[in-house]
């Protein structure tokens, strides 16, 4: 790799490798969560198998290849700051403060769990079961919950203030994450010269008369942006079909009208779909009618939440609709956010134009 070529990854690009490690992880966590619902002590066995899943998937493979899954495919690749392979130890520091944090708060529920009784357990619902759980936890498991929060908006805020894009973790194992050359994912290359990662923040020299690449502005998104914002633009429109179809969304509710009118539900559920998914094809598409209209809608289905989410639901949904419905309002978010921002932004003007 040319010392005047190396490139640092970008948020977006490092954005979607997590979102590529999460439907990767996805099946075990679907399982876990599954057997979480079913037998009170699952977490119990689960625990010492889960951690070992974590160290092999977030120490064994960046030790062995460079990266997780979700990083390789995004022909990302972790480095020292001296440019050498990462070793067990780097790639440790890196994963340490989560999977603490991530024991703390487990053992933390763990304990409520082997109070309560197999007919206690099943008789609570999903949402009830997990307000006794932290109503019955040590005091001590708010703090390390405030700390996972402070942990992980630092690490956003640490991203996004330097050139290098490093995060938090980044700073405590002294790695670097670079974009990789193309056909070099799965395979273990050679240490970069320590030149190649050198302080941007000295001047060049006349053995070095190559011009350095001006930083990128922290309100510019990567060359990899429009791929993404579509990823999540694809995503966003299988579940809202999704919930439609098997009536998981949250504003399926009882009401005096419905109870008499069955129809009505669903012929104002698929209405809204339709517009919902009429929006999506418009921002795909890069319309910025769809962009205007996509504004005051998200903004009115976000402040709605506190008027709907009380509500009874007419069937009754999985235990994880609910967490996923989360994940999408910050899909949805991101999806607006990277709009405005380029090069998706440009995207827009050009089919304007």
């Known amino acids: 790799m040319a010392t ?51 160290l092999f998937y977030h120490v064994y493979l960046v030790r062995r290849f460079g990266g997780t899954p979700g990083k390789l495919i995004m022909r990302l690749r972790i480095r020292k700051v001296s440019g050498e392979l990462v070793g067990y130890r780097e790639a440790l ?34 949402m009830e079961r997990s307000k006794h759980l932290v109503d019955l936890a040590p005091r001590w498991f708010k703090s390390v919950q405030i700390l996972q ?7 956003f805020i640490v991203l996004l203030s330097n050139r290098k894009r490093r ?28 030149s190649t990662f050198r302080d941007d923040s000295h001047p060049s020299t ?10 990128p502005s922290l309100f510019s998104l990567g060359p990899n942006a429009t791929s993404v914002y579509r990823l999540l633009i694809g995503l966003r429109g299988c579940w809202l079909l999704v919930e439609w179809l098997f ?14 009118q069955s129809f009505a539900p669903l012929i104002a559920d698929s209405i809204a779909v339709a517009v919902w998914l009429t929006l999506l094809a418009g921002m795909w598409f890069f319309q910025r009618w769809a962009r205007v209209v996509f504004v ?23 235990s994880f609709v609910p967490v996923l419905g989360v994940i999408m309002l910050l899909a949805t978010g991101a999806i607006l956010a990277m709009s405005f921002l380029p090069p998706v932004r440009d995207e827009f003007a050009t089919q304007q134009a």
């Not at 990854?9 to 979480?36: K, Q, T, Y």
């Not at 929060?149 to 630092?154: E, G, L, N, P, Y």
């Not at 006349?206 to 930083?215: F, K, Q």
Request: aromatic share 14%; glycine share 6%; no cysteine.
């Open 4 to 54: 005047d070529a190396i490139q640092y990854g970008g948020f977006w690009r490092r954005f979607a490798a997590f979102w590529l490690d999460f439907l990767v992880l996805l099946p075990l966590g679907a399982v876990a969560l599954w057997g979480s619902q079913h037998y009170r002590l699952f977490s119990v066995y689960y625990a010492l198998p889960g951690t070992l899943v974590g």
């Open 93 to 126: 520091l890196r994963y340490a403060p989560e999977i603490l944090l991530g024991l703390l708060m487990s053992l933390a529920l763990i304990s409520p769990l082997l109070q309560m009784t197999d007919a206690e357990f099943h008789a609570l619902s999903f």
């Open 149 to 155: 929060h402070v942990w992980i908006s630092s690490e």
């Open 167 to 194: 995060a938090l973790h980044d700073f405590i194992a002294g790695t670097v994450v670079i974009l990789d050359g193309p056909g070099e994912a799965m395979e273990r290359t050679p240490d970069l010269p320590a």
């Open 206 to 215: 006349a053995s070095d008369p190559s011009p350095r690449p001006s930083p």
């Open 247 to 260: 009536d998981w969304g949250a504003r399926s509710h009882v009401t005096a009208f419905t109870s008499t």
């Open 296 to 318: 005051p809608f998200s903004a009115f289905a976000v402040l709605s939440i506190p008027f709907w989410w009380h509500r009874y639901s007419l069937s009754s949904p999985p």
